[in-house]
C-alpha cells in the first residue's frame, strides 16, 4: 500500500515568491493534516481537514497561509508571498478517524526559503 | 489543558543497552488515546503504537515494550538491546477523544556502536 505522497521534497525558493506544497493522502482515509516542524517550535498543526472540509486552521500562522482539498485524494498548501521565517519541514498526514486513530504521515517537504 | 511531557531531552547508550523514555500526559478527558512515533535522521514519523485509556496493558513488540499506568498518567517505551539504527527522536503523543493530536517535544536517542 502506497503511504502519503508529498511533493515536493526539496523546496528552495527566494522571499517574496509563492510556494505549493502537495500531498496526496493514503486512500479511504477521510482526515487530512497539515503539519510545520520547526526547532524551535517543533510539530505545530496547522489545518485538518474532514471529508475534504476544513474544519480548522487556527494554526496557520498568517493570511500569507491557505489549504486546499478539491478531492479526497490530493491537497495543497501554499505560502504567497514566502519569507525566510516560513523554512520548516512541513508534514502532511492522514488518518481514518479523526481523534481516535493514529495518523500517518508523509515524508515531508523540506522548505528553504532564503 | 491537554500537555505531554517528555523530560529527557536526549539520551546517549552504548549498544546493547536497554534504554526508557519517558512520557507523561495531562488530560481532564477519561476517554483518550496515546501514541509513539519514531523519527529517524531520515524525516519521516513512523508510527509505533496505539493505546486506549481503557487499556491499561503492557505491550511487547519484539525488542519495543510499552508501560501504560494511568495511576501516574505515564507510557513510557523501553528498547531492549538497544541497535545503532534505533537512533531517532521519539514522539510520545495524545489524543483526547475527538480531538487534534498534543506531541511531546520529542526524546533524541542516540545509540552508540
Known amino acids: 500500500d502506497a503511504g502519503v505522497i508529498q511533493s515536493p521534497r526539496h523546496e528552495v525558493t527566494e522571499m517574496g515568491q509563492e510556494v505549493t506544497l502537495r500531498c496526496k493522502p493514503i486512500?479511504?482515509?477521510?482526515?487530512l493534516f497539515w503539519y510545520r516542524q520547526t526547532m524551535m517550535r517543533g510539530l505545530e498543526l496547522l489545518i485538518y481537514f474532514n471529508n475534504n472540509v476544513p474544519i480548522d486552521d487556527s494554526g496557520m500562522p498568517e493570511d500569507r497561509f491557505s489549504a486546499k482539498m478539491p478531492n479526497a485524494s490530493f491537497s495543497t498548501l501554499k505560502i504567497q508571498p514566502s519569507e525566510p521565517r516560513d523554512s520548516a519541514v512541513y508534514f502532511c498526514?492522514?488518518?481514518?478517524?479523526?481523534?481516535?486513530?493514529?495518523?500517518?504521515f508523509g515524508p515531508g517537504t523540506r522548505l528553504t526559503v532564503t | 489543558a491537554q500537555k505531554v511531557t517528555q523530560a529527557q531531552t536526549e539520551i546517549s547508550v552504548v549498544e546493547k543497552e536497554d534504554v526508557t523514555l519517558d512520557c507523561v500526559y495531562e488530560?481532564?478527558?477519561?476517554?483518550?488515546?496515546l501514541f509513539w512515533y519514531k523519527q529517524p535522521p531520515s524525516g519521516e514519523l513512523v508510527f509505533l503504537i496505539r493505546?486506549?485509556?481503557?487499556?491499561?496493558q503492557n505491550e511487547i513488540s519484539g525488542r519495543y515494550s510499552w508501560n501504560f499506568q494511568k495511576s501516574t498518567s505515564s507510557f513510557n517505551f523501553t528498547i531492549t538491546a538497544s541497535q545503532v539504527v534505533d537512533s531517532a527522536v521519539y514522539f510520545c503523543?495524545?489524543?483526547?477523544?475527538?480531538?487534534?493530536?498534543?506531541f511531546g517535544p520529542g526524546t533524541r536517542l542516540s545509540v552508540l556502536p
Open positions: 486512500s479511504g482515509h477521510n482526515s
Open positions: 493505546r486506549n485509556s481503557f487499556d491499561e
Open positions: 488530560t481532564r478527558d477519561t476517554t483518550y488515546y
Open positions: 503523543a495524545l489524543i483526547p477523544r475527538g480531538q487534534n493530536f498534543v
Open positions: 498526514a492522514s488518518s481514518f478517524v479523526r481523534g481516535t486513530y493514529e495518523q500517518y
